[in-house]
């Protein structure tokens, strides 16, 4: 029976036997680091019922608990907290009846489906540093659910149309002079992303030579020449004119390619991937839906729009006058249509930056106002963006910081960080660069988890990287660490000899034991808040424990064997679940460092 309950149902009975009242609820909290004791019970809630003191009634209770209770062994009380302290067979019971700890805190899968959208990136461009953040946190968030008991579907919806791509598509035609990603080496994505800029600095030239000819700014930048003949790209894309078609594909093909060679190198994957140029027509029937429904009215120019003032919000265009989709249609429709691909899903969480929030209010409302019931399980994972210390980045003008790019330079820092270390002489040049890898893509990854998804970063490139600190390698060093005591354990103790512990635990090792306990609870909280720095900061936690558990006990080479063969069943176990939670969060941990 979990702890928790047990207490509860005690503490029931004696709210009952004691006060001759009933309790309804138990409120428990951690015990603050400096009291003694495991659990802390709040007794102030409890005065809605009970009439006295806090501090007499948590010691009336404690007592109670002691003689009752085998798990507890003695309690404190500080004003309305009674803290608890827990039996050392109780720990010693959870960690054998826990082991061997392979996929501990991980709940199999179950009946309950939902889908993780993210990364939708605009294919006239390669992925940036905002691309990672939301890629990281996205994939995390999927995986995290699905430790959680949960069945993930991953999705995207690639934005492949648009005036955007057009601008590309328009400024490689009159500037290319035929260059693919095979004549230049270049990653296609890249190349594309070249000529959108290129598309931005010859459109200011243009807005510029016409001011200088007497024409106002703004009328400038309307009547462009390279702009007006990026619509009209647009328009004969629309009319499914062959040759644009035919360019259109070849460009985002060359993309596609780029997007892939990233995502391997971030490591993270999808299950469905969906295409605007299939999707922005969706949403014509569900526009149909909601105006027999009411949801929906049609204005005198023939346009559609739902009024959503009583809510709050404002009208909302769902169709212009001329019939076409506007991006509420396209969601509204693509929503739907993935319900039909997966008639299982209940419930999708989209993957989107902060500056959407007032979208995803109003498609949500929308989509249940139609009365879809899955309507009710939707989330906008809404996130805050990414600084660099030099300021915003600017895909037009071209000063993003390159996804690949950044990868790379990662594993050159881990690399020469590493280098300078000297523990790692004796491994081939292949094993180090993989080393590096995933020590520097570790960093990167850590970095941008550990921070609440709704708070903006700035992220500092060198901080990252530290083997010191609040750090992704601080952490993989950790699990190396433990690596090499279990290589030393197999070589001087009977590893496989099953004991019964008949000695007292340690303060460190019961801290450790604490903390290993809860990592499935720590596990579902990430998953019901769809937040994966619970899961970074638990880690870290874990791993500052271990290193206070390391510098105070002596592990290897202690007169009795049991003790010895206990502490390193410990730093293995601690180990596997430094191992699980990063897996969670699309990190590796290397077996050396």
């Not at 948590?58 to 039996?87: D, H, M, P, R």
């Not at 199999?108 to 939708?120: F, I, K, L, P, R």
Request: proline content about 3%; glycine content about 8%.
């Amino acid at each position: 029976m979990k702890l928790q309950v047990l207490l509860s149902e005690h503490i029931k009975k004696a709210v009952h036997e004691l006060f001759d009242a009933t309790l309804e609820t138990v409120e428990f909290q951690a015990t603050r680091k400096e009291f003694e004791g495991d659990i802390t019970v709040v007794v102030f809630p409890m005065l809605r019922v009970v009439k006295g003191n806090p501090a007499v009634i948590g010691e009336q209770l404690g007592s109670y608990l002691v003689k009752s209770v085998a798990q507890v062994t003695s309690f404190n009380v500080v004003k309305g907290f009674l803290n608890i302290v827990l039996s050392d067979d109780y720990y010693l019971n959870f960690f054998y009846a826990s082991g061997p700890f392979e996929h501990f805190g991980m709940v199999s899968e179950g009946t309950d489906a939902v889908m993780v959208e993210y990364s939708s990136p605009n294919t006239n461009k390669p992925l940036h540093l905002g691309h990672i953040r939301n890629n990281l946190l996205g994939y995390s968030v999927a995986e995290i659910l699905k430790a959680s008991g949960k069945k993930v579907y991953k999705t995207q919806i690639i934005n492949d149309r648009g005036i955007h791509i057009c601008k590309s598509m328009l400024a490689w035609q009159r500037f290319g002079n035929g260059e693919t990603p095979e004549s230049t080496g270049l990653k296609g994505d890249k190349l594309v992303g070249n000529y959108y800029v290129k598309f931005d600095q010859e459109y200011k030239r243009e807005v510029a030579e016409l001011v200088a000819n007497g024409t106002s700014e703004e009328t400038a930048k309307t009547e462009a020449p390279i702009l007006i003949a990026a619509k009209e790209m647009l328009r004969n894309w629309e009319a499914g004119d062959p040759e644009t078609v035919a360019l259109w594909q070849k460009m985002n093909g060359w993309v596609y390619k780029g997007f892939d060679k990233t995502y391997k190198a971030l490591g993270v994957d999808f299950d469905t991937l969906y295409y605007e140029s299939d999707t922005y027509l969706l949403g014509k029937e569900v526009i149909e839906d909601g105006l027999a429904k009411g949801v929906f009215y049609t204005k005198e120019d023939g346009s559609v729009w739902c009024d959503l003032t009583e809510d709050g919000l404002d009208e909302k265009l769902v169709l212009r006058s001329d019939g076409t989709a506007v991006y509420m249609t396209q969601d509204m429709g693509t929503a739907v249509q993935r319900i039909k691909d997966h008639p299982d899903v209940n419930g999708m969480i989209y993957t989107v930056g902060n500056e959407q929030d007032y979208h995803f209010k109003v498609l949500f409302l929308i989509l249940k106002k139609l009365g879809y019931q899955w309507a009710e399980n939707l989330f906008h994972l809404s996130y805050g963006m990414v600084d660099l210390p030099s300021g915003k980045m600017k895909s037009r003008e071209g000063t993003v910081v390159d996804a690949d790019d950044l990868i790379a330079d990662m594993a050159k820092t881990a690399g020469e960080i590493s280098e300078e270390l000297g523990k790692i002489d004796d491994l081939s040049e292949v094993a180090k660069k993989e080393l590096y890898h995933t020590i520097g893509l570790g960093a990167l990854k850590y970095y941008i988890l550990k921070v609440d998804p709704k708070k903006r970063i700035l992220f500092n490139p060198e901080e990252s990287v530290d083997f010191q600190g609040n750090t992704g390698p601080f952490i993989q060093y950790t699990y190396a660490r433990i690596q090499s005591i279990l290589r030393k354990a197999v070589r001087q103790l009977p590893m496989d000899r099953a004991i019964t512990p008949n000695f007292e635990l340690h303060e460190k090792e019961r801290e450790l034991l604490k903390l290993l306990q809860q990592f499935p609870e720590t596990v579902q909280q990430a998953a019901e808040q769809y937040s994966p720095a619970l899961i970074a900061n638990y880690t870290y936690e874990l791993v500052r424990e271990f290193n206070s558990f390391y510098q105070n006990v002596p592990i290897l080479g202690l007169e009795t064997e049991a003790v010895s063969i206990f502490r390193v069943q410990l730093a293995e176990a601690v180990g596997k679940v430094i191992k699980n939670a990063f897996s969670l969060l699309g990190i590796s941990v290397p077996e050396r460092m």
